[in-house]
């Protein structure tokens, strides 16, 4: 997905950029970005691959010899960027965290004529931040330009924006990412991430409405473009790409994810199909909450099967290898054997994709002496690949679990019915549930349902997107 964080001072914000910056690692691995400005030294910019050494190690050269008052950091899981941009409308960096799906329409729509050309990635794909910036400079202002390249767009963008004496912000259109203003004595910044700026010794200031577009500067925060009330955040921000200290619309990752386990557990003992087991366990690391939840409704005590061995071994997503993806998931879970050998045990996943890992990590439970294992997701099953972020996002559908699956039970007449599928209480089901166990090896299987997960989350549901699920705006 991405992320990104500037800072504008009355001191130099290098520092403060580095690590705000370096607080968004959690939501992608491919490439991380600095551009800040100083009067002297001008614009001075760095960009790195981050995909086997983390953020931090990569500019830790690049932030000696920078210094600045104001500039602007991204974590980027696509394109590289910020890019640097000469136009009419000044000199400026961009950078931006979101999907835009139309980009070779757009191209053909406004660029395709001898006048305009775009540096090609090795895909022969354009940077979709450059084509952000080109649609952004056909405007007499960068408002209007902002507003134009929102409108034309499908999927979202949310745009972050280095002038040489300001920065502007721009959240999307539909606010399915949040961002926040934070301020201290000296100057403001601008976060996906509350806890980024909490860190650096900012507070809370304003958090931007959908659509809305602020200007910040040392001295103050100046709304250019006000926000609609279309709001349709993320839901996966609270359940699986949120850092656990962060707050979005006022609601903290970590208190949801608690009491979407509890909710989970509390409907299932309703409902007479809440096992006994010995220990619940989280998939580490985001399904941990969820499972301590699950455990202190249901009475039964948490434990750690297994532990994460995370010093050394890249995030196990990080590889665009789908085998290399597994083999580094298994090779970090270490097991705690006395907690494995002959107990039944209950595993709450933040959500289960593609459901490859989970078998890797089933067979390895059994094969150190398991004698049960159900699992538990803590949100629906997921039935359609996101055309918003870049979450879920795949070559195919096909490459989902709940659709696979689907497709063996009824074949693409299934495909009529995600609904009921996606249902746990309907025969389509409890159908899908009883072939994923039998596919994966669970002694029993659940989804947490849509319901339960709005429950948990406490926003009025029209304000969350949910497509992932339900295929619904």
């Known amino acids: 997905m991405g992320g990104f964080f500037g800072a504008v001072s009355k001191r130099d914000v290098v520092m403060d950029i580095f690590f705000g910056a370096d607080y968004h690692s959690h939501l992608g691995t491919r490439r991380g970005g600095m551009t800040v400005y100083d009067k002297e030294k001008g614009f001075?910019?760095?960009?790195?691959?981050?995909?086997?050494?983390?953020?931090?190690?990569?500019?830790?050269?690049?932030?000696?010899?920078?210094?600045?008052?104001?500039?602007?950091?991204?974590?980027?899981?696509?394109?590289?960027?910020?890019?640097l941009v000469r136009s009419h409308l000044g000199l400026y960096a961009i950078a931006m965290v979101g999907l835009v799906r139309n980009a070779e329409q757009l191209v053909e729509k406004y660029f395709s004529d001898h006048g305009?050309?775009?540096?090609?990635?090795?895909?022969?794909?354009?940077?979709?931040?450059?084509?952000?910036?080109?649609?952004?400079?056909?405007?007499?202002?960068?408002?209007?330009?902002?507003?134009?390249?929102?409108?034309?767009?499908?999927?979202?963008?949310?745009?972050?924006?280095?002038?040489?004496?300001?920065?502007?912000?721009?959240?999307?259109?539909?606010?399915?990412?949040?961002?926040?203003?934070?301020?201290?004595?000296?100057?403001?910044?601008?976060s996906l991430e509350s806890f980024a700026y909490h860190k650096l010794g900012y507070e809370d200031s304003y958090e931007l409405g959908p659509g809305e577009i602020v200007e910040i500067t040392a001295e103050k925060a100046t709304q250019l473009h006000a926000p609609s009330e279309d709001l349709k955040i993320c839901a996966f921000l609270w359940s699986y790409y949120g850092y656990p200290n962060s707050n979005y619309e006022g609601i903290n990752v970590e208190l949801m994810r608690c009491r979407n386990g509890e909710i989970m557990a509390r409907d299932e003992k309703e409902k007479g199909i809440c096992p006994e087991v010995d220990y619940v366990a989280g998939i580490p690391d985001s399904g941990v909450p969820?499972?301590?939840?699950?455990?202190?409704?249901?009475?039964?005590?948490?434990?750690?099967?297994?532990?994460?061995?995370?010093?050394?071994?890249?995030?196990?997503?990080?590889?665009?290898?789908?085998?290399?993806?597994?083999?580094?998931?298994?090779?970090?879970?270490i097991p705690v054997h006395?907690?494995?050998?002959?107990?039944?045990?209950?595993?709450?996943?933040?959500?289960?994709?593609?459901?490859?890992?989970?078998r890797e990590t089933v067979e390895f439970l059994y094969e150190n002496g398991a004698k049960e294992v159900h699992m538990r997701s803590a949100c629906p099953p997921i039935m359609y690949g996101c055309k918003y972020l870049n979450f879920s996002s795949s070559k195919s559908e096909m490459e989902l679990l709940s659709r696979q699956t689907v497709k063996k039970i009824e074949g693409e007449e299934g495909?009529?019915?995600?609904?009921?599928?996606?249902?746990?209480?309907?025969?389509?089901?409890k159908c899908m549930l009883k072939t994923i166990c039998e596919e994966l090896g669970f002694d029993s299987l659940q989804f947490q349902s849509l319901d339960g997960l709005l429950e948990a989350i406490g926003l009025d549901r029209s304000k969350v997107c949910t497509y992932c699920w339900t295929g619904k705006e």
């Open 338 to 358: 006395e907690l494995i050998e002959g107990k039944k045990l209950l595993f709450v996943d933040d959500s289960i994709v593609r459901g490859t890992q989970l």
């Open 290 to 333: 969820h499972a301590i939840g699950y455990a202190n409704q249901s009475k039964m005590p948490y434990a750690r099967p297994l532990i994460k061995y995370t010093p050394t071994w890249p995030r196990s997503f990080m590889s665009s290898n789908q085998a290399v993806r597994n083999k580094v998931a298994k090779m970090k879970q």
């Open 415 to 429: 495909f009529k019915h995600l609904d009921e599928y996606a249902d746990n209480t309907t025969e389509r089901g």
């Open 44 to 83: 001075q910019r760095a960009i790195h691959s981050i995909e086997n050494t983390p953020f931090r190690t990569k500019f830790e050269k690049d932030i000696e010899e920078m210094s600045a008052h104001i500039g602007i950091g991204c974590i980027s899981d696509s394109d590289p960027q910020p890019l």
């Open 116 to 190: 305009h050309q775009f540096m090609a990635m090795s895909s022969g794909k354009v940077n979709e931040v450059e084509l952000v910036a080109a649609l952004i400079n056909q405007k007499d202002s960068l408002v209007e330009g902002i507003l134009h390249a929102q409108e034309e767009i499908e999927g979202s963008i949310t745009i972050l924006l280095l002038k040489s004496d300001s920065i502007i912000v721009a959240r999307d259109k539909r606010g399915r990412l949040p961002v926040l203003i934070g301020k201290n004595e000296e100057g403001h910044c601008v």
